[in-house]
């Protein structure tokens, strides 16, 4: 029943070695969004889709790619993973355009390790 | 710049009441919204406030004051399964979202 789903749910790597994040969704929400969230720390917002139009955050590093191939899937690249990299990575879905609480339905998010 | 501040950790008994705050400076006030998330999960939407006043839901209630910039989330007769972090997070002007570190909380016995 899960609504956004993101694989893998655990990714080791090397360092350096590119990793790509997938989510889909079964909700057909018109935005999706790439979080990046460190332990204790807020999610960080790195890009958003609202519908085909990519919205890259001003301080997300160009280390940080995205695709969108159609409503239901997104991926996240990340071209060469340092140590810093390291993290929870979420995926989120809204409808955007209506009015009220717009509440966003997450993934259960891909744990990056960076060896 | 934008900023949302809540207690970092926070600690309760079990079958008692608990109150976390949120005071935020954002570009602008559309909603916010409290959020649940589990150790390595996702977070989980628990309430939304956009007028001022009370939300109540079951054992858990929102409380939103935007002239103060002030929110804060009730939770009444704890469980152990309420032990998470508890997110606070407001959408502002352009219609992002502006999230808070997080209060983790801690149910104890």
């Known amino acids: 029943d899960a609504m956004v789903i993101q694989n893998p749910r655990y990714q080791v790597t090397q360092f350096g070695k590119p990793v790509t994040l997938s989510c889909s969704q079964t909700?057909?929400?018109?935005?999706m969004y790439w979080y990046q969230q460190k332990s204790s720390q807020a999610p960080k917002l790195l890009f958003h889709?609202?519908?085909?139009?990519?919205?890259n955050e001003a301080d997300t590093p160009d280390n940080f790619q995205s695709r969108r191939p159609n409503t239901s899937f997104c991926f996240l690249d990340i071209r060469s993973p340092g140590l810093g990299d390291a993290a929870m990575y979420l995926c989120?879905?809204?409808?955007?355009?209506?009015?009220?609480?717009?509440?966003?339905?997450f993934g259960a998010g891909s744990r990056l390790t960076v060896l | 710049g934008q900023n949302i501040d809540q207690p970092t950790e926070m600690t309760a008994t079990e079958g008692a009441i608990v109150q976390i705050n949120c005071t935020y400076q954002?570009?602008?006030?559309?909603?916010l919204f409290w959020y649940q998330q589990h150790a390595g999960e996702a977070p989980t939407f628990l309430s939304y406030?956009?007028l001022d006043g009370l939300e109540e839901k079951g054992r858990f209630s929102s409380f939103l004051s935007r002239s103060k910039g002030y929110s804060y989330l009730l939770l009444k007769e704890l469980q152990m399964k309420d032990s998470a972090s508890y997110l606070c997070?407001?959408?502002?002007?352009?219609?992002?979202?502006?999230w808070g570190a997080g209060t983790k909380l801690i149910i104890k016995p």
């Open positions: 997070a407001v959408r502002d002007s352009n219609y992002q979202l502006i």
């Open positions: 989120a879905t809204v409808q955007g355009g209506v009015s009220g609480a717009n509440v966003l339905t």
């Open positions: 406030n956009v």
């Open positions: 954002t570009s602008g006030f559309n909603g």
């Open positions: 909700l057909n929400h018109n935005v």
């Open positions: 889709y609202y519908d085909k139009d990519f919205n």
